[in-house]
């Protein structure tokens, strides 16, 4: 028996093998490659006709691009025969650490993600939400900043935010002022609704479409309180809500219809 040709035949046996191993794992990254570089593009033009802001379509894209990656490396080394379990193993404890120590970022991060996403405001809109109300001025991927109604600057975690109620004020258009006026039993109640309604229909801010509205809203125990409604754009909300409060006053001032106010009675003691 001739050694020295055992031995060959099992080095090229074993070139044969690996060669062919080797051959599959570099066809296997340029296909995995291609296709790659196909799912980023095809991704990109979806996030694109969806209109995704710039950055967080960036961002995806490179998170995309390195998960997928990744995958494709361990299908590679699969199949020149490293053992890839323990390659996974670390990975996915890996993950794990990154993911504890970086939890409330990342809620957050995912919360900024489902804002851009779904969009349940814009830059501009004014929203009433974690107890704050604000015009938007800025959506991160963190954070979103508003402008309060004071002018100071409010931010608010992205995940907080989008796991709570948000009140969008600007979406429909238009805004409802809802104003509640009282006036005294003795007042007359159709001349009263024809005094406050040219009130509102005479406000060059109060909507026409929707029509505004009044009505008896309750007898209290010292008046006769009006659901005055009046219907105005919703950049106008705070000009109609304090103008007609105050051309009320004043109409009704004319009118001789009273608006009551609480009494003091003073009992004076006999010494």
């Known amino acids: 028996m001739n050694l020295e040709n055992i031995d060959t035949e099992k080095w090229l046996q074993l070139g044969l093998d690996y060669g062919l191993k080797i051959i599959g794992a570099i066809l296997i990254w340029i296909i995995g490659a291609w296709v790659i570089k196909k799912i980023l593009k095809t991704s990109k033009n979806l996030m694109s006709k969806q209109s995704y802001d710039e950055s967080l379509q960036k961002f995806l894209l490179n998170l995309l691009g390195w998960v997928l990656k990744i995958v494709l490396i361990v299908v590679v080394l699969g199949t020149v025969g490293v053992e890839t379990t323990s390659f996974a193993a670390i990975l996915a404890a890996a993950g794990l650490a990154i993911g504890l120590a970086l939890q409330g970022s990342l809620g957050n991060f995912a919360g900024g993600v489902l804002i851009m996403i779904f969009k349940p405001f814009k830059i501009g809109d004014l929203i009433e939400a974690q107890g704050e109300i604000g015009v938007v001025k800025e959506i991160e991927i963190f954070t979103t900043k508003l402008t309060g109604l004071s002018n100071k600057e409010i931010i608010i975690p ?87 409060t105050e051309n ?24």
């Open 158 to 244: 992205n995940g907080s935010l989008s796991n709570g109620n948000i009140v969008n004020y600007t979406t429909e258009g238009t805004r409802r002022v809802d104003l509640v006026i009282g006036v005294g039993y003795d007042s007359d109640i159709k001349k009263t609704k024809e005094v406050l309604m040219n009130v509102l229909t005479s406000h060059p801010k109060v909507l026409q479409d929707p029509a505004p509205s009044v009505n008896v809203k309750e007898l209290a125990d010292s008046s006769i309180n009006f659901a005055v409604r009046p219907w105005c754009n919703a950049e106008d909300y705070w000009a109609v809500y304090f103008e007609a």
């Open 248 to 271: 009320i006053k004043e109409a009704l001032d004319a009118a001789g219809i009273e608006i009551p106010f609480p009494h003091r009675v003073e009992i004076q003691k006999q010494g």
